[in-house]
């Protein structure tokens, strides 16, 4: 079981490079937990103080996932020995998909890179 730092880094920390599986794996949680209370929302009545909470939920976790992705995305992008600011190209419609399927099929780089020396693990501070 990963430890809370483990899981902080890799949904919050932009240092070190994820392999495919990793990217992709993380990118369906948060797909999955953005999910779950838009799910809740539309199950209750509209203009309940449910659908105000479940409203507030989605609001909170899907802000907190937008960031978590971009974060994905560089340190996949790290581990191709691009720089993690090409992650933006998310954001741009028609490009995004590519990107995406880019980032879920292409391996990485093999060995060290500039990014870090391994995948799944933060760069090492520098000495």
């Known amino acids: 079981m990963p430890d809370s730092k483990q899981l902080i880094w890799l949904f919050f920390s932009t240092s070190g490079r994820v392999s495919r599986a990793a990217y992709f ?10 999910a779950l209370p838009l799910y809740r929302f539309v199950l209750v009545p509209e203009d309940s103080a449910q659908a105000q909470m479940w409203a507030s939920i989605f ?24 720089p993690g600011l090409l992650a933006l190209l998310l954001f741009v419609p028609m490009v995004s998909i590519a990107a995406f399927l880019i980032l879920c099929f292409f391996p990485g780089t093999p060995g060290p890179n500039k990014y870090g020396p391994t995948t799944n693990a933060p760069t090492p501070p520098s000495t």
């Open 25 to 34: 794996l993380a990118g369906l949680l948060l797909a999955i937990a953005q």
């Open 59 to 82: 609001g909170v976790v899907f802000f907190a996932s937008l960031w978590s992705n971009l974060v994905l995305a560089a340190k996949r992008l790290h581990d191709l020995g691009r």
